[in-house]
C-alpha cells in the first residue's frame, strides 16, 4: 500500500521557519521524482518544489531562495525546509511522488501551514 505522510505544519510568525517532511512507503523511492505542492484557500494547487530522482532541484519563483527541498533515499523521507514564511505562503502543503517511467502520481493528505502574527 502506498502511503504518502507529511508532518511537520502548524503556526509561525513572519520571518519564521518550519521544515516539512513527509515519509513515504509502499513505491521504490529511487524510482520516483518528488515534490512539495501547496494550495491556499479558494486557489489552484500549486508546485513549489520539486527534487529528481538524482536531486536535482527547481523551485517556483515565489519559494526561490526561502525554501529547500532535499531528499534521504535510505529513509525514504522528502523535506522542506522553508524560512523567511510570509503570511502568503499560508496553504495546505502536499507532498508528491511522479514515478519516472510513466508520470503516475501519488498524494499525501496534506499538512497546514499558517503564517500569521
Known amino acids: 500500500q502506498v502511503q504518502l505522510l507529511e508532518s511537520g505544519g502548524g503556526l509561525v510568525q513572519p520571518g519564521g521557519s518550519l521544515r516539512l517532511t513527509c515519509s513515504i512507503s509502499?513505491?521504490?523511492?529511487?524510482?520516483?521524482?518528488m515534490a512539495w505542492y501547496r494550495q491556499a484557500p479558494g486557489k489552484q494547487r500549486d508546485l513549489i518544489a520539486r527534487?529528481?530522482?538524482?536531486?536535482?532541484?527547481s523551485y517556483a519563483e515565489s519559494v526561490e531562495g526561502r525554501f529547500s527541498v532535499s531528499r534521504d533515499s535510505a529513509k525514504k523521507m522528502l523535506y522542506l525546509q522553508m524560512n523567511r514564511l510570509r503570511p502568503e505562503d499560508t496553504a495546505v502543503y502536499y507532498c508528491?511522488?511522479?514515478?519516472?517511467?510513466?508520470?503516475?502520481?501519488?498524494w499525501g493528505q496534506g499538512t497546514q501551514v499558517t503564517v500569521s502574527s
Open positions: 508528491n511522488a511522479a514515478r519516472i517511467y510513466d508520470r503516475v502520481q501519488y
Open positions: 509502499g513505491i521504490s523511492f529511487n524510482l520516483h521524482a
Open positions: 527534487i529528481t530522482n538524482y536531486e536535482s532541484t
